[in-house]
């Protein structure tokens, strides 16, 4: 038997322009599209990495919590980060946020899509 498809948005204009949904949920599964640092109430981006990766988090929640998960069933993250000079900033948020759930995580160095952007976020969360 298939399981139902749930695609989740959060009005970003990047997931229209750019053929994408912010989750998607299969099953006991729900997969998080990388998220940025924008607060995407008022489209702003902060300016240190800290601050992004809070947002990240803010807005994963969201999406968790109307996907139905929790962010406790968070099995899987992957960081992508700009400049490996910016871990040292960024450790504290990941712990204050992960710290008690310690998922399986992949941190990778590489550019993004606007130079405003010094973090992304994808999640897969599992509820089984």
Known sequence: MKSK?????????FEATMGYSRALVQGDWCFVSG??????????????????ARNCFTTIGRVLEESGFKM???ARVQYT??????VDELVPALGETLGDIRPA???IIAGLIKPEMLIEIEVTAYRG
């Open 35 to 52: 998220v940025t640092g924008y607060n995407y109430e008022t489209m702003k981006m902060p300016k240190t990495v800290d601050q992004q």
């Open 72 to 74: 406790a069933d968070i």
């Open 81 to 86: 980060v700009v400049n490996a000079n910016l």
């Open 105 to 107: 995580a992949t941190m």
């Open 5 to 13: 498809r749930t695609l989740i948005s959060t009005g970003s204009p």
